[in-house]
């Protein structure tokens, strides 16, 4: 098992930990308290979730990524890399080393990184990752989640709440889905990396009317936002990053979006590492949210009431754009052009309805 983790020094500055509880704490009861980089100088461990070691070893992805029907591997990468760029794919399909006589894979799945089992998925009709297993890793900062997807079943003793360790097997890799599953020979694991939106998810489904019924709570994929997993990992190989809180702070921004609204949104409760500068003493009057080119908030800056004087309450503000990046990641629709600015897109509408309670 040791052979298969990405080990490096990991050493864990008492002081720093302490320092970054307060902070979280802080946050929470609404006080002005900035996380500072205080743990940007710590170095992530972590494990490639299956036993296929071609990318530890710097193999190209063809040796470990499932591609979808048209045999193209860059369909099992994160981003616009379906139906020729136009839909969007929230992870990484890993494909197996090890099958039995039936053809089944026998891969084991291992946990990405120590945290807590939040989610288990038992029923593989219900949903489209089939069944499969939420883990959040509250001694990261921010604190992301790691899912692991059309699983052939659960390791025994694993259960919602279950601490796990670094590299714990916890599943077995296999071709669950809902709609009658995925065919055999193109069994994998779907692992994503991402942030939880909202904890008040049950009332914005319920206000869309989807007319089904919501089976995963608050670990319903439309309430997870993934980053590219391959471009965090390539990143923390080379060094470039050693963990979350560099890896956001070096994100680039596509979209930036004005927010004029009072509230503090429990999203940057939960993540204030993601914060740009410290929340006020009293009550914030809007928002600035730098997001990346499939959307997802990296960077938030509280406003003052001259940042926002002359702007309706409760609206939204498209301040600048990257539009090349924009037309690239054609399968998320951030913004709409009105002439010579910008209003939201579909994608980004449903994101600031998540996180804001807006409608």
Request: charged content about 20%; overall charge positive.
């Amino acid at each position: 098992m040791l052979a298969l983790w990405f080990r490096a020094k990991f050493k864990v500055d008492a002081v720093g930990w302490l320092w970054r509880a307060a902070a979280r704490r802080c946050c929470l009861l609404g006080l002005s308290f900035f996380v500072a980089p205080f743990s940007l100088a710590q170095r992530l461990e972590l494990t490639w979730p299956t036993p296929n070691r071609a990318w530890e070893q710097g193999r190209g992805i063809a040796a470990w990524a499932q591609p979808t029907v048209s045999g193209d591997p860059e369909s099992g990468l994160f981003g616009c890399v379906r139906s020729a760029g136009g839909q969007f794919h929230e992870g990484l399909d890993i494909k197996p080393v090890g099958r039995d006589a039936r053809g089944e894979p026998t891969d084991k799945i291992f946990a990405a990184l120590p945290g807590v089992v939040r989610y288990i998925s038992t029923k593989p009709r219900e949903s489209n990752y089939g069944r499969y297993i939420v883990i959040e890793h509250p001694g990261v900062t921010p604190a992301v989640f790691t899912l692991y997807a059309h699983l052939a079943k659960i390791e025994p003793g694993i259960g919602v709440g279950s601490n796990v360790q670094l590299g714990q097997v916890i599943a077995t890799m296999g071709h669950s889905a809902g709609g009658g599953g995925i065919p055999a020979e193109r069994a994998h694991l779907h692992f994503e990396i991402g942030l939880m939106a909202t904890t008040g998810f049950s009332s914005w489904y319920t206000w869309k009317k989807f007319g089904s019924t919501n089976e995963h709570g608050l670990w319903n994929g439309m309430n997870l936002m993934g980053l590219d997993p391959l471009d965090f990992l390539r990143q923390w190989r080379e060094r470039r990053v050693d963990n979350f809180q560099q890896y956001f702070a070096n994100m680039r921004s596509v979209v930036r979006v004005r927010v004029v609204t009072s509230r503090t949104p429990d999203f940057i409760r939960r993540y204030p590492a993601l914060l740009r500068k410290p929340l006020p003493l009293g009550f914030v009057s809007g928002w600035e949210i730098e997001c990346n080119a499939t959307g997802l908030p990296f960077a938030w800056t509280p406003l003052g009431p001259a940042e926002v004087a002359g702007l309706r309450s409760e609206s939204v503000h498209i301040k600048s754009v990257e539009a090349a990046s924009v037309r690239a990641y054609r399968c998320k629709s951030l913004v709409k052009q009105r002439g010579s600015s910008y209003g939201p897109g579909g994608d980004l509408q449903t994101m600031l309805q998540l996180i804001f309670g807006l409608r």
